[in-house]
């Protein structure tokens, strides 16, 4: 992956977060994958829609599983649990 795709994986994960931490219920989701059990969130960020930027660029899928990465460690760290917490 070059540099410009990194970028175009954090501008990615960069509207999949602003989708999710926008909506009362996925706000609460620490990761990616846990998205899948309230959305789409394959879709998110505008990903399923006709003409979506990433359609045209032959690094696709390797861009989209870089933005779903970024987007789980922010999430983990935005809703991470302190053991103090819980006291």
């Known amino acids: 992956m070059t540099n410009r795709d990194l970028i175009k994986a954090q501008q990615f994960a960069k509207s999949i977060l602003l989708e999710v931490l926008t909506n009362d219920t996925l706000k609460n989701i620490d990761n990616f994958g846990d998205l899948h059990d309230h959305c789409d969130a394959n879709c998110l960020g505008g990903a399923c829609e006709p003409g979506h930027w990433l359609h045209d ?10 933005a779903q990465s970024i987007v789980s460690s922010v999430l983990g760290v935005i809703n991470a649990h302190h053991p103090d917490d819980e006291e």
């Open 57 to 66: 660029d032959p690094m696709e899928h390797a861009i989209i599983d870089e």
